[in-house]
């Protein structure tokens, strides 16, 4: 079994009051295990695939064999964007952030607050499951995506150095049908020092 579910980079609770901890066991231990457990039952057949990485997989869906290409997309897609996202939280999180990436944000929004609206907007705007993404251009200049189920820029060749799981699964128990009050919650949890490395990256 090429794949593992990665631990949590912090305790279940640990993203309270934001994100409380059933919701995080939930999509944790079950959602993101699932997606581990079926991408791995996909390759089982194909041990030439195993020994690739997931970005390689990800990265030229077209040369899978057909059998098993959506499999790896949704469950591929599901794992990587998954193991990126708990990453992108933090309980030390707090404020806004610096640097060249605040620099870029102003540049491609006009400021933090226009960006956290265009985002806020597109998370929104996604109709049914999918995730809301902050990617980074070759030339270092940011554009704000979005994604259907758990399709990922990455499999389009791009950078992503910020994104928001806008599944149900991932706010439902706390705020329902309000996605919005995920989101307006989300941005104090945000770990910008990691969207900074990203960036930087
Ligand atoms: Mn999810």
Known sequence: MPFVLPP??????ALEPQLDAATMRFHHDN????????????????????SLSLEALLGDLEALPEAIRTAVRNNG???WNHSLFWELMTPDAGGAPTGPL??????AFGSFADFQEKFKAAALGRFGSGWV??????D??????????????LMEGKQVILGLDVWEHAYYLKYQFKRAGYVDAWWHIVNWAKVAALYAA
């Open 8 to 13: 949590l980079p912090y305790d279940y609770a």
């Open 31 to 50: 959602h993101h295990n699932t997606y581990v457990t079926n991408l791995n039952n996909a390759l089982a057949n194909y041990p030439d695939l195993q």
């Open 77 to 79: 897609g599901g794992h």
């Open 102 to 107: 605040a620099e870029a944000l102003n540049t």
């Open 133 to 138: 993404w902050l990617v980074a251009n070759p």
């Open 140 to 153: 270092k200049s940011l554009t704000i995506t979005s994604t259907p189920n758990q399709d990922s820029p």
